[in-house]
Nanobody, 118 residues
């Protein structure tokens, strides 16, 4: 099983980006998918979660600006980021709780860099 994150880049404050995270491999089911981010010198923080039951949660810092969504048929998750701020600058990682043939547990993507300039 692999998670591939993409969509990062550089934008000015107030701009938008859309991140994608695709899970591939011998997957039986995905129970939840999450976006984390880690800014320079800071701990990794949970940004948004979507579960297979459709439950969605956001951190207070992104609520109202970011939207998480998923495509179950494609095992893909998205993060639409609007009204970006310089403090959103970070490496964004996708994470998924996956039931797979070989291993059931948490999987991580490689991270994609988002840079927001003022």
């Amino acid at each position: 099983v692999q998670l591939q994150a993409s969509g990062g880049g550089s934008v000015q404050a107030g701009g938008s980006l859309r991140l994608s995270c695709a899970a591939t491999g011998s997957i039986l089911s995905i129970n939840a998918m999450r976006w984390y981010r880690q800014a320079p010198g800071k701990q990794r923080e949970l940004v948004a979660t979507i579960t297979s039951a459709g439950s969605i949660n956001y951190s207070d810092s992104v609520k109202g600006r970011f939207t998480i969504s998923g495509d179950g048929a494609k095992n893909t998750m998205y993060l639409q980021m609007n009204s970006l701020k310089p403090e959103d600058t970070a490496v964004y990682y996708c994470n998924a709780a996956i039931v797979a043939y070989l291993r059931t547990g948490d999987y991580w993507g490689q991270g994609t860099l988002v840079t927001v300039s003022s």
